[in-house]
């Protein structure tokens, strides 16, 4: 089964913003191509986002393939396609030997990206970025919980389940967490799935 990541990123957070306007932050997390790219682009914190959910989804596809997997994002390039109507697709060269298959939804307010090792596993994905209702602004708790409410409900609805059997897990791992998995009772389910949460706006992507 191909694996999945996603990342999103609210371009209004306190942090975000001081970041994109950090002229050092992008020479710590892009090469130098991108950096370029970014200097000259008509919206350079959307770019310079752009490159860092595209870097982010690869590591967390990254780390289900090799959990030992470090997070180098100024060796990894992206290279991004033309703009279709809806969204930019990208790859993320990691190696000579492992390329990242993305795509970039833009918005006024966030940028979001999911991808997956396997390119034709992109059109399979179901994904969705959310706004946290009022009141959950930048309370990571209470994010990260509707986040898995939305998923949930999804994934019960595609798979003609009851939500209520279904949960998300995550198990700690040499001080990390592992990437989430969804059980129905005590049984994993067969599909991939990735979360995000960032400021106002949380995601969620599936491969059935």
Same mark, same amino acid.
Not at 131 to 159: M, V, W, Y
Not at 164 to 175: P, T, V
């Given at each position: ?18 970041? @994109?306007? *950090? ?12 950096? &370029?790219?970014?200097? %000259?682009?008509?919206?350079?914190? !959307? ?20 959990? *030992?997997?470090?997070?180098? $994002? ?28 993305? !795509?970039?939804?833009?918005? *006024?307010? +966030? ?24 009141? %959950?602004?930048?309370?990571? &708790? ?27 897990? !995550? ?7 592992? $990437?989430? +998995?969804?059980?129905?009772?005590? @049984? ?21």
């Amino acid at each position: 089964m191909p694996h999945i990541g996603n990342d999103i990123v609210d371009l209004k957070q306190p942090d975000n913003l001081k970041s @994109s306007m *950090d002229s050092r932050f992008p020479k710590k997390v892009l090469t130098v191509s991108e950096v &370029e790219f970014v200097q %000259n682009a008509q919206n350079p914190a !959307r770019a310079l986002w752009s490159f860092w959910a595209c870097k982010e989804t690869a590591y967390k596809i990254i780390k289900k393939i090799n959990p *030992d997997a470090s997070f180098l $994002p100024r060796q990894w390039v992206v290279c991004l396609s033309p703009p279709s109507r809806h969204f930019i697709d990208a790859i993320v060269l990691v190696s000579e030997n492992q390329t990242i298959y993305s !795509r970039l939804f833009l918005d *006024d307010h +966030y940028v979001y990206c999911m991808g997956s090792e396997v390119a034709e596993a992109l059109d399979d994905v179901i994904c969705e970025a959310i706004k946290l209702p009022a009141g %959950n602004d930048g309370e990571t &708790e209470n994010g990260n919980s509707f986040l898995r409410q939305c998923a949930l409900l999804k994934i019960a609805q595609h798979f003609h389940l009851n939500p209520a059997d279904l949960k998300i897990e !995550r198990k700690r791992a040499g001080g990390e967490l592992s $990437p989430p +998995y969804v059980l129905k009772g005590d @049984s994993r389910l067969a599909i991939d799935i990735s979360l995000s949460h960032d400021g106002r706006f949380c995601a969620y992507a599936f491969l059935p």
